[in-house]
């Protein structure tokens, strides 16, 4: 499966990209805890919002959950079967929206495909921290037994 065009965007950015109605198949907005959505996100049809602090340690307040990444998970074959213009965003685009777009990609390449999908995701984003604890809940929902981590491991990451 080919990837589709993606572009992991910060809040204002994303604010902007709604504003200029760029086109937009597929969106994931992810913020913090009670934080609204960016305006005009509605008028993307097919759309994910998560909630949760950029945090690896339960004591930062709402952290990913395996049931974030499982919807995740499931928005990522919406994405596949849509294809088109792709966005994700948090507040930097540095940690959550990386996490998640690595996901995306290793859902819609595969298993076995790992270092290909942390390689896809810093082509398009060089300086990406992503969220470890999101990519080792994914790991372990989608069954990798660590390559998920290896890859990005292999690659460098905080946390």
Do not use: Q
């Amino acid at each position: 499966m080919s990837l589709p065009a993606v572009r992991v965007l910060s809040l204002l950015e994303v604010c902007a990209a709604l504003a200029a109605d760029e086109p937009i198949a597929c969106l994931v907005s992810i913020g913090d805890p009670g934080e609204p959505p960016p305006p005009r996100w509605e008028r993307v049809a097919h759309r994910l919002r998560l909630e949760m602090v950029d945090a690896e340690h339960e004591i930062a307040g709402r952290v990913p959950t395996a049931d974030d990444i499982r919807r995740l998970i499931g928005f990522a074959e919406t994405i596949g079967k849509v294809g088109g213009p792709t966005v994700l965003h948090c507040r930097a685009a540095i940690s959550r929206s990386t996490a998640a777009t690595f996901i995306v990609f290793a859902v819609l390449l595969g298993p076995g495909r790992e270092r290909e999908a942390v390689e896809a995701l810093y082509a398009i984003k060089p300086y990406a921290l992503p969220n470890r604890l999101m990519v080792r809940l994914a790991d372990e929902l989608l069954g990798r037994e660590g390559r998920l981590m290896e890859a990005l491991l292999g690659r460098g990451s905080s946390g």
